[in-house]
């Protein structure tokens, strides 16, 4: 997956959230997408910025990648 897809993935995730689950649909991102961010060139900052999302919220795609280890999307 490009820089652009998964940075379009993450806007997409954010934008559509309903009101105060923005911060929830990250960690939903990192843990749908955590093995495509591992294996992918790209850092979690890059993703961030081509999402013109705060870098601020790096941590919670790194949440949600750990996550990623015991729990599955529904």
Do not use: C, R, W
């Not at 559509?16 to 749908?32: C, D, M, P, R, S």
């Not at 910025?49 to 919670?60: G, I, R």
């Amino acid at each position: 997956m490009t820089l652009t897809e998964l940075s379009n993935k993450l806007n997409e995730m954010y934008t559509n959230a309903q009101k105060g689950e923005q911060v929830t649909n990250i960690h939903l991102f990192g843990i749908k997408y955590a093995s495509l961010i591992k294996e992918s060139p790209y850092s979690i900052a890059d993703i961030l910025n081509d999402a013109d999302l705060p870098k601020s919220y790096q941590t919670e795609v790194n949440k949600g990648i750990k996550l990623s280890k015991y729990v599955t999307s529904k």
